[in-house]
């Protein structure tokens, strides 16, 4: 394409070029500026050169289409497009924050800062795979963080709310950091940067096929993206296992191999050595959940993002396998599944793709209160049914706990026992016969004056996918002052289900 | 420009005009009628100068194998296509007859190729339903989109860089973006007479200014259809692939 270059001072359909920020080798990008647009812009340009590899441009291609599709906090907000006929670019908001390449040259980092990371990444993940996206590129200097402009919403989600619960269950506290550590003070929202591997799984991939030797970068990609396999969005958890790997321990899972279809093999059937033996202060938790994004089997990783930063936010919940014990390398094991044909074992045949929306998180609010006891097995009715047909589905079980706006309630009963602790237990045993096992089940009690701001809060911090409740009657009293249900059904982010009993049944509210 | 696209419509009255009031309301500059306007379906007569009264408001008419059958052989067909063809014929009148062998063979609008089966020996009717088939007719036209129909399943296919044709089913619905660097090659849904699962009238539309197509797909009243196939004493599978979609 004999065209003239792009270089400070152009102006492109209005587009003011002004200093190169970045030079990648795909890539150029440029601050500019537009009359008239007050947010800060940069300008994509590819380093296309005459006889270059047509899969840049392919692949540019696909930034451009998948980019203005995408929307939310964590992208950068496309402005404009230019195309191959005349000048392509892509024109979007400059992200004023860091990049998570800066953390990584400070690893290992605090473990809590390590889990804060992982928690922004994965809402940010969630987000992007609720859009039919997925990254296939996740590594350091894709990753940005806007400026922290108010106090993270996933910290308020387990410093404040959780902290009472891990005092009510002190034996399944695997380290001392939630409750009273402070968040770290670095940056807001992560952002992801850079489409030029994604797919959008409504539209063509125009990627598939083009690329001889494996798409993405070397010490991130997934087993299955080294199999060519586009469509998987759990390669993503398994690109963010293994920075987190790196930004807990200061070492790579798997080292940093060449990008030959060879050496990235050994991914298929490596299982690399616990964060723990590298570093102990790892606790079991954290070693739990890095090694189960790190699954060579997108079926043993998280079902979604979503029930990962669940996990994340909620530390104390994490059920603990034997991936959180192992204290040593298996080298023995990873030298005979290289020798003898383990390689290609597990994944010769892949799962069929599954949407993340067959993983929900389910959320149920249940009211302990005697009045609310009619609408309990309505209640575990629906569950019942919503947890069958989606077994990769996990259930929070919420109730709160009402303290009054002004004074103090007395928060221990007269025999001087946790009314907190106490309801967990009831919640506990409202749930029992559900029998849900334990990796499917959370339990919290949420202290607030406001019942229906507290489930619609916890919804949101927590990517809640369904919400399920019960209504109390329609009697005249709540019809004129509003009922917690009809609140939450206003301000819920997700899909609610009102359970009700049926009129005959039902006391005069 | 804004190309509303309609193929195999098989003389089904209730499909035709579905998929057809979906494009009007969509919004188009320009319809294009993919081949097959008869064979299979009750409705000949209707489709015949329906057909005939939008080409002379500009729509373009593409020629089928079902079309060219009517005054030409029909010695290539399986037996329920050929009986099908057979009782059409006894409904054609020569006026019908004479919008059918003025349909064109192809026809070009800027980049974009329209041919019923394949732009590779059109006349010859090859099936797109594999590799093999999309990378010839790809390699046999310099258009950058090929849109054809004869399959009566949505799919798109493209050249690689590599020089292989890959392709995928496309969401309905949902616009596809046409990159430049590639050529494409759009399988549009039939819209008298689906076999892709579910019954619907499909249809396509083509933005060449956004460079994008949707496949689109609406539903319609597949039982009448089908019920009137079966009073015409028209085979039986007929009716029932109407009712089944496949």
Redesign the interface.
């Known amino acids: 394409m004999g065209r003239e270059r792009i270089r400070p001072g152009s102006i492109i359909d209005g587009f003011e070029v002004g200093e190169k920020l970045h030079e990648g080798g795909m890539a150029e990008i440029f601050a500019v500026t537009k009359p008239g647009c007050d947010l800060p812009l940069v300008m994509k340009v590819p380093l296309i050169l005459e006889g270059d590899d ?2 840049m ?2 692949s540019f ?2 930034e451009q ?1 998948i980019l203005p599709r995408l929307s939310g906090p964590h992208v950068p907000k496309t402005i404009a497009i230019g ?3 005349r000048e392509p670019y892509i024109v979007m908001e400059r992200i004023a924050g860091v990049s998570l390449l800066e953390k990584f040259k400070a690893a290992p980092l605090p473990i809590s800062e390590v889990v804060e990371i992982g928690a922004r990444v994965a809402a940010a993940l969630a987000s992007l795979h609720r859009q039919d996206v997925l990254h296939l590129d996740l590594k350091p200097s894709n990753i940005m963080f806007r400026p922290a402009a108010e106090p993270a919403k996933v910290v308020s989600g387990f410093a404040s709310g959780e902290a009472a619960h891990e005092k009510a269950e002190p034996a399944k506290v695997v380290s001392g950091f939630a409750s009273g550590e402070a968040a770290p003070s670095f940056g807001g929202e992560a952002v992801f940067i850079d489409f030029g591997l994604s797919r959008h799984l ?5 990627l ?3 690329f001889r030797v494996p798409m993405g970068t070397a010490p991130y990609i997934a087993p299955e993206q080294v199999m060519k396999l586009r469509e998987e969005p759990r390669s993503d958890l398994f690109a963010l296992g293994a920075m987190l790997y790196a930004l807990a321990t200061g070492e790579r899972p798997f080292g940093n191999p060449k990008h030959t279809t060879k050496a990235l093999m050994r991914r298929l059937y490596e299982v690399p050595t616990p964060p723990r033996v590298i570093r102990p202060e790892v606790p079991g938790f954290l070693q739990e959940i890095i090694l189960r994004l790190l699954e060579v089997k997108p079926d043993k990783r998280y079902p979604s993002a979503g029930q990962l930063a669940f996990d994340l936010a909620h530390p104390d919940h994490v059920v603990l396998t034997e991936r959180s014990r192992r204290e040593k390398t298996h080298w023995m094991r990873n030298f005979l599944a290289g020798r003898f044909g383990g390689a290609k074992a597990p994944l010769t045949r892949l799962e069929a793709y599954r949407h993340a929306a067959t993983a929900p998180i389910i959320m149920v609010a249940v009211d302990l209160s005697e009045g609310g006891a009619s609408l309990h097995e309505p209640l575990r009715d629906i569950l019942r049914r919503l947890l069958a047909t989606a077994p990769e589905s996990r259930l929070a079980c919420v109730n709160v706990l009402k303290t009054a706006v002004i004074g103090l309630d007395p928060l221990t009963t007269e025999s001087g026992e946790s009314v907190h602790v106490q309801r967990l237990v009831e919640l506990r045993g409202w749930a029992a016969d559900m029998r849900l096992p334990p990796e499917r089940i959370t339990f919290h009690v949420l202290e607030s004056a406001d019942p229906a701001e507290a489930i619609t809060s916890f919804a949101r911090n927590n990517h809640v996918d369904h919400l399920v409740l019960g209504a109390r009657g329609s009697g005249g009293v709540r019809r004129y002052l509003g009922s917690v249900s009809t609140a939450v059904v206003a301000e819920a982010p997700c899909t609610v289900t009102v359970a009700r009993v049926p009129p005959a049944e039902s006391e005069a509210a | 420009m804004r190309i509303g696209i309609l193929s195999d419509i098989h003389a089904n009255r209730e499909g035709f005009e579905a998929a057809l009031s979906a494009l009007r309301r969509l919004g188009t500059d320009r319809i294009v009628l993919l081949g097959d306007i008869v064979g299979y379906g009750a409705d000949p007569e209707y489709c015949v100068e329906t057909a005939a009264r939008l080409m002379e408001d500009g729509a373009i008419g593409i020629l089928g194998n079902h079309d060219a059958a009517i005054d030409g052989s029909d010695e290539d067909m399986n037996r329920i296509a050929r009986e099908a063809i057979r009782w059409t014929r006894t409904r054609l009148l020569p006026e019908h007859r004479a919008v059918l062998k003025n349909l064109a063979i192809s026809h070009r609008v800027e980049d974009a190729l329209f041919v019923h089966a394949s732009a590779s020996q059109p006349a010859e009717w090859f099936y797109i339903t594999d590799e093999r088939n999309a990378e010839r007719s790809l390699r046999a036209t310099d258009a950058r989109i090929t849109v054809v129909g004869h399959v009566h399943r949505p799919h798109l296919w493209r050249l690689t860089s590599q020089g292989t044709a890959t392709g995928h089913a496309p969401h309905q619905g949902v616009e596809n973006p046409l990159a430049q660097s590639q050529r494409w090659l759009a399988v549009i849904g039939s819209a008298g007479q689906a076999r892709d699962g579910r019954p619907g009238a499909g249809y396509g539309l083509l933005d060449l200014a956004r460079r994008s197509l949707t496949f689109g797909r609406v539903d319609y009243d597949h039982y009448t259809a089908a019920r009137k196939v079966r009073e015409a004493g028209l085979p039986d599978q007929l009716a029932e692939r109407l009712l089944r979609g496949e």
């Open positions: 047509p899969t441009i392919v291609e696909q289409m195309d191959f006929s409504k539209l063509p991939d125009l598939a096929e083009e």
